[in-house]
């Protein structure tokens, strides 16, 4: 089992940064890919980006790329989400989830997920 929580979240103008924070513990961190999800009301849960258990390997979704960076720290046990130049199409509540080792970019993929935590950005 593995549990995750998120926060950083907050209400940011268009153009500004936020750094999520997602930690984890239970089972061995570093044996899990982690990946960031969002969901904005009314729309389907979204892919945002992944990085794989050693942290070599990365996947972002073609809005958020050259944006958001997603890392980790296995002497934390946190995986970050860095979102800069964010836009009002960012708005969303943004999960993280955990799996085995490599990254998906499919939800249904993952097998642990966090409470989320509300992004908004104001235009």
């Known amino acids: 089992q593995v549990q995750l929580v998120e926060s950083g979240g907050g209400l940011v103008q268009t153009g500004g940064s936020l750094r999520l924070s997602c930690a984890a513990s239970?089972?061995?961190?570093?044996?899990?890919?982690m990946a960031w999800f969002r969901q904005a009301p009314g729309k389907e849960r979204e892919f945002v980006t992944a990085?794989?258990?050693?942290?070599?390997?990365?996947l972002y979704a073609d809005s958020v790329k050259g944006r958001f960076t997603i890392s980790r720290d296995h002497a934390k046990n946190t995986v970050y989400l860095q979102m800069n130049n964010l836009k009002p199409e960012d708005t969303a509540v943004y999960y993280c989830?955990?799996?085995?080792?490599?990254?998906?970019?499919?939800?249904?993929?993952?097998?642990?997920w966090g409470q989320g935590t509300q992004v908004t950005v104001s235009s």
């Open positions: 989830a955990a799996r085995p080792l490599v990254s998906s970019y499919g939800a249904h993929e993952y097998d642990y």
């Open positions: 990085i794989n258990w050693s942290g070599d390997s990365t």
């Open positions: 239970g089972r061995t961190f570093t044996m899990y890919a």
